[in-house]
């Protein structure tokens, strides 16, 4: 009988293998694919690209040939190691053998191997899993990881669980028109717009609670901001004091995200020339004042009192960078008629929401605020709304039985990350973005 | 101007808090859910639920009234901490002041602070939002949570990028009938049924990538183990020598989240008795030499040689347990024609693929094997199949333009949880499943 043992046995190298051990003029094996091949005369620079980064193979072509050689093949070299201050990570193997282990079927039709492509968007989605072959391109999205790996992180530490739920529902959790459709076995189910019925049922389980995974919203227009499909990182939590509670941890959150970055991203980070923002502390300035202090300043006419419009976010944003330096902004208790049903009213005001939400650089990224956990209060405003609790008896089944004052968060990762890379679009961030027009890849 | 600082603040301990701290004989505030109530003459017990776990408060009933707390209500409680082994976590609280932050509507409808809530499985899933309150139910998810997070640590360890990929596609990945179809803007849409094309795109990426997401089949028939929605451990890998590098890495995931539970999740072990599954090293066997093993040892004819039914793979696993002493065993060389167009086939008998199954107590929870990295070769095998490449243009494109020999493997999280948690049907280990008839909660 044979048996699998757990160890993965590989007769190549990784960057970091060699840079850890003591390889210096020793022979040694590495595989990758050819991101770059520079022809000098009788020398050629082979560059594979490997995970960790970019291996520069020297090649004397008196002795082989790479009239086979392509890019994007994929290649095991063997080789000496040889430090030098000239190659991607200090050293580059002198090539004694090469072996193509994968032959592409076509030139290729990217200059993935440049520093900056150059291509237009359009090109760049068509081509999508080519295009993200390019160092730069790849790199956005290690970014992006690396702000997934801190969110779940920093949570797990301030005591939250982690849930899956499902994203085929019966009903939408925010009614209105942008909800996919689909038939799920002879019923009518839709997309989930957003986890939050289930948080809010998971609070009365957990307490605290988060969630990555995607959100569907099948919104009809095409902007730089919106996609139809995206990350959602959600966390709902109960026995708070107020929406503060939300917004605190919403902070620690991302100054914690800057730290680990940092630590484990710097690579990616230079790479991109990624300026983070310094975050001490955010200041938060109420939805009616953040208006009239932008109409003020810029001398802006309010057209809109119950909502904000994208340039107004934007002048919010530099207001509070020219006036306190902050990158963030928490704009705080908006307009009722502007939130779903249950967020929670201000009883000093109930026009407004105990709610928010937080801009970074002009841009809303986060929409938190307290939800009302009582359930005659509840009733009350979906009765107000002309609503009907058809088809949530499940969800406001969680407030008969009992609820915590809670609250929680979403925020949209692509637009956490296009902001963070100081991309334009959001399309930029996304792997494979999904809008009007684009279904595929 | 206010600020956020990102500091949560709170008057009211955690259990850990109170275990850490030198709080014996002090005053402390403690918040929770109602769990039981026991009246005992005088003394009343309420036993509050937090997020750690249990914490039982006494109250004189000759100092402060009961009367109007029940089940679930959420409380704050005051009073002096007194250690005793009769109380959970080794200490109690002697209460002082009770306040009902929040009052449930009605009388609970499940005993979810009973040990073991003896309720049908059709009951707990209709009332899946308050049964899973119950201690011994919530810590199913918790160790689910375990499992999830060390994939996610263990990938990371091993060199693998986390990818994100959209949940709507233009086409399916493995075709077939089971595809929940869905109108994308007037286009014809439907929903993963694995992230299989994406990941192979990203593995010219990336080299090693993973996710962590929902997957969807529409699957008719409704048995212990299936479900139409359920969560997806995918990883794919590329410069690799054979598929047993795949079944490696499964295995060294596997011996480390035995580990990672151990060390981070043994209270939730205890509470639910789980026996932990020992791997040293996991036996491999051919698909056609399981099936004779198990005909010679139990006497059972061979209906299917194409296919392993159910009961065909629970004697495989009774096999190896009582032959090897191992919960696991992989099934290689599965039949080409029983495995999707893009399966590599075995160069010494292209009637069997490079492929596995892992199965696990008798039930297959993983699918996995190498792939066909070569254009030529794909597009025959699309073609010797019938199938047309139309719509798939954005996957063969990878191949154009080079890729590694590759493979991977899906992994299906709820399967895992239920045979690690020794439950009989998968619904027990999904928050809130879907399947032929329940689209709620």
Same mark, same amino acid.
């Not at 081509?127 to 993200?132: F, V």
């Not at 709610?355 to 005659?376: A, K, M, N, P, V």
């Not at 929680?408 to 961030?429: F, P, S």
């Given at each position: 009988?044979?048996?699998?043992?757990?160890?993965?046995?590989? @007769? @190549?190298?990784?960057?970091?293998?060699?840079?850890?051990?003591?390889?210096?003029?020793?022979?040694?094996?590495?595989?990758?694919?050819?991101?770059?091949?520079?022809?000098?005369?009788?020398?050629?620079?082979?560059?594979?690209?490997?995970?960790?980064?970019?291996?520069?193979?020297?090649?004397?072509?008196?002795?082989?040939?790479?009239?086979?050689?392509?890019?994007?093949?994929?290649?095991?070299?063997?080789?000496?190691?040889?430090?030098?201050?000239?190659?991607?990570?200090?050293?580059?193997?002198?090539?004694?053998?090469?072996?193509?282990?994968?032959? =592409?079927?076509? =030139?290729?039709?990217?200059?993935?191997?440049?520093?900056?492509?150059?291509?237009?968007?359009?090109?760049?989605?068509?081509?999508?899993?080519?295009?993200?072959?390019?160092?730069?391109?790849?790199?956005?999205?290690?970014?992006?990881?690396?702000?997934?790996?801190?969110?779940?992180?920093?949570?797990?530490?301030?005591?939250? +669980?982690?849930?899956?739920?499902?994203?085929?529902?019966?009903?939408?959790?925010?009614?209105?028109?942008?909800?996919?459709?689909?038939?799920?076995?002879?019923?009518?189910?839709?997309?989930?717009?957003?986890?939050?019925?289930?948080?809010?049922?998971?609070?009365?389980?957990?307490?605290?609670?988060?969630?990555?995974?995607?959100?569907?919203?099948?919104?009809?227009?095409?902007?730089?901001?919106?996609?139809?499909?995206?990350?959602?990182?959600?966390?709902?939590?109960?026995?708070?004091?107020?929406?503060? @509670?939300?917004?605190?941890?919403?902070?620690?959150?991302?100054?914690?995200?800057?730290?680990?970055?940092?630590?484990?991203?710097?690579?990616?980070?230079?790479?991109?020339?990624?300026?983070?923002?310094?975050?001490?502390?955010?200041?938060?300035?109420?939805?009616?004042?953040?208006?009239?202090?932008?109409?003020?300043?810029?001398?802006?006419?309010?057209?809109? =009192?119950?909502?904000?419009?994208?340039?107004?976010?934007?002048?919010?944003?530099?207001?509070?960078?020219?006036?306190?330096?902050?990158?963030?902004?928490?704009?705080?208790?908006?307009?009722?008629?502007?939130?779903?049903?249950?967020?929670?009213? @201000?009883?000093?005001?109930? +026009?407004?929401?105990?709610?928010?939400?937080?801009?970074?650089?002009?841009?809303?990224?986060?929409?938190?605020?307290?939800?009302?956990?009582?359930?005659?209060?509840?009733?009350?405003?979906?009765?107000?709304?002309?609503?009907?609790?058809?088809?949530?008896?499940?969800?406001?089944?969680?407030?008969?039985?009992?609820?915590?004052?809670?609250?929680?968060?979403?925020?949209?990762?692509?637009?956490?990350?296009?902001?963070?890379?100081?991309?334009?679009?959001?399309?930029?961030?996304?792997?494979?973005?999904?809008?009007?027009?684009?279904?595929? =890849?």
């Amino acid at each position: 009988m044979e048996f699998v043992e757990g160890v993965l046995k590989r @007769d @190549d190298l990784e960057i970091s293998d060699i840079q850890a051990g003591d390889y210096e003029g020793k022979d040694v094996c590495v595989k990758g694919n050819v991101h770059v091949i520079r022809n000098m005369g009788d020398i050629a620079f082979i560059i594979l690209r490997k995970r960790q980064g970019q291996l520069q193979c020297v090649v004397d072509k008196k002795d082989l040939s790479i009239k086979e050689i392509h890019e994007e093949a994929c290649l095991k070299v063997e080789g000496t190691v040889s430090k030098t201050d000239k190659a991607p990570n200090g050293f580059e193997i002198l090539t004694k053998k090469i072996e193509i282990i994968s032959k =592409p079927k076509e =030139p290729m039709v990217l200059p993935v191997g440049k520093w900056k492509m150059k291509t237009s968007l359009e090109t760049k989605m068509s081509l999508r899993p080519i295009a993200l072959r390019n160092i730069r391109e790849r790199s956005k999205f290690k970014i992006q990881e690396g702000i997934l790996r801190s969110f779940r992180d920093y949570l797990y530490s301030e005591g939250f +669980t982690e849930i899956t739920t499902p994203k085929i529902n019966a009903k939408g959790a925010e009614g209105g028109s942008n909800l996919f459709r689909l038939e799920y076995f002879n019923k009518k189910a839709v997309l989930a717009q957003s986890p939050q019925f289930y948080k809010q049922m998971m609070v009365g389980v957990y307490e605290r609670v988060f969630e990555t995974g995607p959100v569907f919203r099948a919104e009809k227009h095409s902007t730089k901001r919106h996609l139809n499909e995206y990350m959602g990182l959600d966390f709902e939590m109960g026995f708070i004091d107020s929406f503060e @509670d939300i917004m605190n941890v919403e902070t620690g959150f991302l100054k914690y995200m800057v730290e680990f970055l940092k630590k484990d991203y710097q690579k990616e980070l230079n790479i991109l020339n990624v300026e983070l923002p310094v975050i001490d502390k955010i200041p938060q300035v109420r939805f009616d004042e953040a208006k009239k202090l932008v109409s003020e300043k810029y001398n802006r006419k309010i057209k809109n =009192p119950f909502d904000l419009e994208p340039e107004e976010e934007e002048l919010i944003g530099k207001y509070f960078k020219e006036e306190y330096g902050s990158d963030f902004v928490f704009v705080t208790h908006y307009p009722s008629k502007k939130r779903p049903f249950y967020a929670m009213d @201000d009883p000093e005001d109930e +026009t407004v929401t105990l709610s928010f939400d937080l801009l970074f650089r002009g841009i809303e990224i986060t929409t938190g605020g307290q939800r009302i956990h009582d359930y005659d209060m509840l009733m009350k405003k979906i009765e107000a709304r002309g609503m009907t609790s058809e088809g949530m008896e499940h969800y406001l089944m969680i407030f008969k039985y009992g609820m915590p004052p809670h609250g929680g968060l979403g925020l949209g990762l692509e637009r956490l990350t296009m902001k963070l890379l100081g991309e334009e679009n959001v399309r930029e961030t996304s792997m494979f973005p999904r809008d009007l027009s684009r279904l595929e =890849p």
